[in-house]
């Protein structure tokens, strides 16, 4: 059965920094697109970042400039790599795949999801 498993949230203070990541199990994850998402209370999950079987990325406008999206071939692991946060930022963070090669913002184009890790920034 497919799997994304995500790590690495946790509480930092603002200013700081953390990396997330997204193990992929299961099913071989070749030619799928994945995202970063996030969800705070009381607000719709959004993307933060995404990136192609190809490399090609993709970040939201809030993130720009301090989210970085990468992945491990090898490993079938995703990151994103958080910096600069601030409390904004606070949020579920969940990993998705989507089949296919494009980069997608709608959550409904992705297949398979990740259970959540929490990160809280404090300010």
């Known amino acids: 059965q497919a799997q994304l498993v995500e790590s690495g949230g946790g509480l930092v203070q603002a200013g700081g920094s953390l990396r997330l990541s997204c193990a992929a199990s299961?099913?071989?994850?070749?030619?799928?697109?994945m995202g970063w998402f996030r969800q705070a209370p009381g607000k719709e999950r959004e993307l933060t970042a995404a990136i192609s079987w190809t490399s090609f990325t993709y970040y939201s406008d809030s993130v720009k400039g301090r989210f970085t999206i990468f992945r491990d071939y090898a490993k079938n692991t995703v990151y994103l790599q958080l910096n600069s946060l601030k409390p904004e930022d606070t949020a579920v963070y969940y990993c998705?795949?989507?089949?296919?090669?494009?980069?997608?913002?709608?959550?409904?184009?992705?297949?398979?999801w990740g259970q959540g890790t929490q990160v809280t920034v404090s300010s």
């Open positions: 998705a795949a989507a089949l296919g090669d494009a980069l997608l913002t709608g959550p409904e184009h992705y297949n398979y």
């Open positions: 299961g099913r071989p994850f070749s030619g799928y697109a």
